[in-house]
């Protein structure tokens, strides 16, 4: 099993940018598809952006289109999610989470679907 750690989160204000990072130790990274989650107070976790094993597919969730990019490099066991013109209903504590994944083409926006989860980075955006 994969083990994730989120990094680069904090505090930031609104239309600013920040990249949060997902490290992962554990099997090889490239055998998992990667998905981009984030909870704020009082709600439920919700989908953000999932991205294939290899790459070749990402998904976002349509309040984050245009706005996020979801990223990632095998070489370094680490996935990416580079956002932009950050709003106030963005803070959250974001969360990455991995699935063990036979297929290099699929992405997965179902909590349910992944198998390891990382800690949380909080991100908070002041108005």
């Known amino acids: 099993q994969v083990q994730l750690v989120e990094s680069g989160g904090g505090l930031v204000q609104a239309g600013a940018s920040l990249r949060v990072s997902c490290s992962a130790s554990?099997?090889?990274?490239?055998?998992?598809?990667v998905g981009w989650f984030r909870q704020s107070p009082g709600k439920e976790r919700e989908f953000v952006a999932s991205?294939?094993?290899?790459?070749?597919?990402?998904r976002y969730a349509d309040s984050v289109k245009g706005r996020f990019s979801i990223s990632r490099d095998n070489a370094k066991n680490t996935a990416y999610l580079q956002m932009i013109s950050l709003k106030p209903e963005d803070t959250a504590v974001y969360y990455c989470?991995?699935?063990?994944?036979?297929?290099?083409?699929?992405?997965?926006?179902?909590?349910?679907?992944?198998?390891?989860w990382g800690p949380g980075t909080q991100v908070t955006v002041s108005s």
């Open positions: 989470a991995a699935k063990e994944d036979p297929y290099y083409r699929n992405t997965y926006d179902s909590a349910s679907a992944y198998d390891s």
């Open positions: 554990g099997r090889a990274f490239t055998y998992y598809s």
């Open positions: 991205i294939s094993r290899i790459g070749v597919s990402k």
